[in-house]
């Protein structure tokens, strides 16, 4: 799965020259927490978060009163909160590798670009509803967790097995063991019993876990 296939595409954007108080209202307006920040000639210099808005505002025990407190921020751009210094991933990038910067860099969202305009932003949200699809979720069935010898054939004889029970496999990731000669494998399948799925399991590697969800 690439990165244009998870991402938000046409993200509501904002200029270096607006207010924190008309960024503020366009994140309430549309439910969200990121801002790319554009130039007039369309060129990423920026992004905004929620979490910049709330740092640039002053502190709930300030003396200002209301008329105060709302002209101070109508004079405060976004240009002068904005994080300047943007990680970015191309539209072609693999997920798990724009998963991976976010991650290590921590960061809640990337902008995403294509020859150097932006088409796209990735967030965390997004990777949570990427989740919750690679695992069929939202779908009833058995699911297990196997470890199985990492060894050339094995994947393919515990997929047959269930195959030739007449399950039917709509969800399966392999990750790394504790032990490097063997792979935890998630399955969830459907159109098979507990107990004929157990029994499988049981055949190929040691069952971790198992039930009907």
Do not use: H, W
């Not at 960024?23 to 210099?45: E, R």
């Not at 032990?179 to 055949?203: D, G, H, M, S, Y």
Request: charged share 25%; glycine share 4%; hydrophobic share 40%.
């Amino acid at each position: 799965m690439l990165v244009k296939d998870v991402m938000t595409k046409k993200p509501i954007t904002i200029e270096p020259k607006a207010t924190i108080l008309e960024a503020t209202d366009l994140m309430k307006k549309n439910n969200i927490k990121k801002l790319p920040v554009l130039d007039k000639s369309g060129a990423l210099v920026g992004i905004i978060t929620e979490n910049d808005l709330q740092k640039a505002a002053p502190s709930q025990a300030t003396t200002l009163d209301m008329y105060e407190l709302t002209y101070l921020l109508s004079k405060l751009t976004v240009e002068k909160t904005m994080t300047k210094d943007v990680k970015t991933v191309s539209s072609d990038e693999t997920v798990e590798e724009a998963a991976r910067i976010m991650a290590d860099g921590d960061f809640g969202c990337l902008p995403v670009m294509k020859d150097n305009l932006l088409v796209g932003i990735i967030t965390d949200s997004d990777l949570f509803r990427m989740f919750i699809e690679m695992f069929s979720a939202r779908t009833s069935g058995v699911r297990a967790i196997v470890q199985m010898s990492d060894e050339p054939g094995s994947l393919s004889v515990f997929t047959q097995k269930i195959a030739m029970a007449g399950g039917i496999i709509i969800s399966c990731i392999t990750t790394e063991a504790e032990n490097p000669a063997f792979r935890k494998v998630t399955v969830k399948a459907t159109n098979i019993a507990l107990n004929t799925c157990k029994e499988i399991c049981e055949q190929c590697g040691t069952v971790e876990d198992i039930r009907e969800v």
